[in-house]
């Protein structure tokens, strides 16, 4: 917003400006553009305060957040046991033993 209104009083160039913004000049020309129009509000998001298409019901949230911290009650005593199991390596000794399993060529080679 500062640098838009030092864009507009002359102090910086656009180029600067999209350079600064990390924008494009198209983009900063079109939200200079919004600022002399519709002045600061204009260049809120419309959708900044509309609730989400995918937010669950207030009320179904409360229910999970509740079920969440039982859940955490339920097993605060518990601890976890970890056992480290001895791993062996296998060696494959196959026909194709080292060699990368590919396809052939579609085309003739030389």
């Known amino acids: 917003m500062k640098l838009?209104?030092?864009l507009l009083k002359g102090r910086?160039?656009?180029d600067e400006a999209a350079l600064l913004l990390g924008l494009s000049d198209r983009s900063v020309r079109r939200l200079t553009a919004r600022l002399v129009n519709g002045g600061p509000e204009a260049l809120v998001h419309g959708n900044a305060e509309r609730r989400s298409t995918n937010a669950l019901?207030?009320?179904l949230a409360a229910k999970v957040v509740a079920f969440?911290?039982?859940r955490a009650g339920r097993t605060?005593?518990?601890t976890l046991v970890t056992i480290e199991v001895p791993t062996i390596p296998v060696a494959y000794e196959g026909p194709l033993a080292?060699?990368?399993r590919h396809r052939p060529p579609s085309f003739p080679l030389p």
Request: aromatic fraction near 6%.
């Open 4 to 6: 838009l209104a030092r």
């Open 12 to 14: 910086v160039t656009r």
């Open 57 to 59: 019901d207030p009320a």
């Open 68 to 70: 969440a911290k039982f």
């Open 76 to 78: 605060a005593g518990l």
């Open 98 to 100: 080292g060699e990368l």
